[in-house]
């Protein structure tokens, strides 16, 4: 079956410094894979999306994330976070254009001063 | 603001009562979808709806229910609510029923506490 895995619960870190949130699915073809944030008291807003080509995906708010089909990993990085990055994210896969999406338990973000 | 509209925004009720839920998505977008959010169960996905139709359906208890209207706003249904169904109720909203279907849209949910 399907799934999404995100193996960080919490993560912590400095105002500043540099985030990467790991994200790994099983699933033997490439899928549509997605990170998506959640604001305190908000819904979930969409950082970014890989489909095909380039693996490096840009998105909102100064975040990217790496494909790596030999990994089956679909990181999301930051080089310098502020603290309204706080917040929780999730990691999200869809199989095929006609699939629903799996999303991952989340990983909450926690920013130190 | 992401255009998806969902009322209300909080709810306390008791058990074994019966609540609505509403929710009008953007502009455009034919699908509707209900995920449910609590802290021991995260995010889980209720139900779809696409253009008054139903297109799939996630772990909703047979207590629970839902509808799109030809206008596209849709509601969900909840009855003889238990303690463990105290949550946050998302909807999101995407243009179609096939097709990117990760590109969703949410609302800012409804937070439902039964008592």
């Known amino acids: 079956a399907q799934s999404v895995t995100q193996p960080d619960i919490h993560i912590t870190v400095s105002e500043g410094a540099s985030l990467e949130l790991r994200c790994n699915y099983s699933?033997?073809?490439?899928?549509?894979l997605f990170w998506y944030v959640q604001s305190p008291g908000q819904g979930l807003q969409l950082l970014l999306k890989?489909?095909?080509?380039?693996?490096l995906v840009q998105g909102i708010k100064g975040f990217e994330a790496e494909f790596k089909r030999s990994q089956s990993s679909f990181n999301l990085r930051k080089p310098s976070v502020h603290w309204s990055d706080a917040a929780e994210y999730f990691c999200?896969?869809?199989?095929?254009?006609?699939?629903?999406?799996?999303f991952g338990k989340g990983t909450r973000l926690h920013i130190l001063p | 603001d992401s255009g998806v509209t969902q009322t209300p925004k909080h709810l306390i009720t008791a058990t074994g009562q019966r609540v609505t839920l509403r929710c009008s998505p953007r502009?455009?977008?034919?699908?509707v979808y209900w995920y449910q959010q609590s802290l021991d169960q995260g995010l889980q996905f209720l139900i779809q709806?696409?253009?008054?139709?139903?297109?799939a359906k996630g772990n909703i208890l047979e207590r629970f229910s839902a509808q799109q209207f030809p206008d596209l706003h849709s509601e969900l249904n909840l009855s003889s609510l238990e303690l463990g169904d105290s949550a946050l109720y998302f909807c999101a909203s995407s243009v179609g029923g096939r097709g990117l279907a990760g590109e969703l849209f949410f609302g800012e949910g409804s937070r439902l506490t039964v008592l």
């Open positions: 999200a896969v869809v199989r095929n254009r006609d699939d629903k999406i799996i």
């Open positions: 502009s455009g977008d034919l699908s």
């Open positions: 890989y489909f095909s080509g380039d693996t």
């Open positions: 699933y033997g073809a490439t899928p549509y």
């Open positions: 709806y696409y253009n008054g139709e139903e297109r």
